[in-house]
């Protein structure tokens, strides 16, 4: 049997600077992106400001995982969601 230690740091509690946030991506074994399904502002926030974050921080060939998790998954009425084909 395993222990492991496992440390969640809730970045939505507080606002912090670049630096402070780029020591915690550092110290980093494995980045979970949390987004919401129904909120389109977080669903962009990956790409023009979390993955540019963690690549700026750790280069472009890091070998850390990045997880991306969807919830509020339940608010969403997908018989009705839109796909884009671009």
């Known amino acids: 049997m395993f222990n492991v230690l496992i440390i969640i740091l809730n970045l939505a509690v507080k606002e912090q600077t670049e630096a402070e946030l780029s020591d915690e991506i550092l110290k980093a074994h494995v980045i979970c992106i949390v987004y919401a399904v129904n909120d389109d502002d977080t669903i962009e926030k990956i790409s023009s400001y979390w993955l540019p974050i963690i690549r700026q ?4 060939n890091h070998k850390i995982p ?6 509020k998954v339940d608010l969403v009425d997908y ?5 884009s084909t671009t």
């Open 57 to 60: 921080t750790l280069g472009q």
């Open 79 to 83: 018989t009705t969601m839109e796909v």
């Open 66 to 71: 990045v997880i991306l998790v969807g919830n």
